[in-house]
């Protein structure tokens, strides 16, 4: 921050429930006609099994340069993006927001394809992991690539 | 020299700790690093290639790793 | 409204601001993973004129029945899907949302595609013009199907 | 009889009025009240086919409009 509303591209990871419209405000701007949002939350049921909560653990400093990375790449595909992207850590309940993402454009199409790509992007390489908690008492560290026989699971 | 190692997640649960110091001689590789590791007790849990970080970014199994460095592996990440 | 915080498929036109918060209020749920939603806003410059507002104008019973079968469309395209969309009709300023949409969904690829085609559905066949002010004090009803040479314009 | 046919946006700037009044002989088509619209001050600006909606909905040129119908004229669109 330098004095500005907000400097953008706007990355960082937080331990407390995300401001949405904060995000959202961050991107807006008069030369802006479309803004695209995408909220990842935490869904009751998993692979068919019931969650009870989602523990996100983060490597802070790389995730935030991973993202700083997504940002720019996507700033430079699509000149005059305004693009802010917040992930959480910490234990979250079911409902609760994981991550935000707002992509600005003066157009719809290119605001659209840069959240998509971001969301993408975030998923396949910054170095966030979450354990699923369930109804059990069982958890998991989930690992996407192999989702039908997870890592490391334990009671 | 030992190089303390970060580690996270699965990976943590695997050597039981968030750091490990892994016995290396330096300059070495990436590669070494792992190599060492498989040696720690938990190392055997490691899969083929695990992911490399080196200073916040991700680093191949041949690019250098020298005293000073942070250096993690970084699980099948699950962000979102 | 039968009770329930949210009839979906929720849609509305409104001639108040557009409550962002609420609309992704009511396609959360705890079975969802992923909200996408899109902001339309009105910007400061179109095809290269300084623009100062937007009356927006609608059929608006036919613009809500058109919005619930894009809506229903979607839904049956992907189950599950829950989705909110409004359109503000009346005289806007630059920065103001015109349009809002939320997609929620187990799976962000539902999610982000139906947003997407609620868009272009939208704006392909909801019976709602804009014209709009220029800083000279000219304006002009704004025609996609010819945008270099705007069907109606005077000062 | 005369149906009356709602205007909206530049259609309304070219006839000055947000509802004009159509002779047309029922029962009729969309196509007939197209035609029908022609011969009123302000019919010569409309397209080669402007869109028509009956009772809120698209209405394609042989469709039958019948006594009671709301009927109205789509400019293009450009909402969003």
Not at chain 2, 37 to 54: D, Y
């Amino acid at each position: 921050m330098t004095g500005q509303p907000a400097t953008l591209p706007l990355v960082a990871i937080t331990h407390e429930p995300i401001d949405v419209a904060a995000l959202i405000a961050a991107v807006s701007h008069a030369r802006v006609g479309a803004i695209s949002t995408f909220l990842g939350t935490v869904r009751e049921v998993n692979d068919h099994r019931p969650v009870t909560g989602i523990d996100y653990e983060g490597y802070e400093p790389m995730a935030v340069r991973e993202m700083q990375g997504i940002a720019d790449e996507l700033v430079e595909e699509w000149p005059g993006l305004r693009i802010a992207m917040i992930h959480r850590l910490g234990t979250l309940q079911v409902g609760d927001v994981s991550v935000a993402i707002a992509c600005a454009h003066a157009r719809r199409a290119p605001s659209a394809d840069a959240m998509r790509r971001a969301i993408e992007s975030l998923k396949a390489r910054v170095p966030i992991w979450k354990r699923e908690h369930y109804v059990d008492g069982e958890w998991t560290w989930v690992d996407p690539t192999n989702s039908a026989a997870p890592m490391a699971s334990q009671s | 020299m030992t190089l303390p190692v970060l580690l996270f997640a699965s990976y943590a649960d695997a050597f039981g700790a968030r750091t490990v110091a892994v016995p290396v001689t330096m300059p070495c590789t990436v590669a070494d690093v792992v190599l060492a590791m498989r040696s720690i007790p938990g190392g055997e849990k490691l899969p083929a290639r695990p992911l490399v970080a080196v200073n916040h970014a991700y680093a191949k199994p041949d690019a250098r790793v020298s005293a000073g460095d942070e250096v993690a592996l970084i699980p099948p990440v699950a962000g979102g």
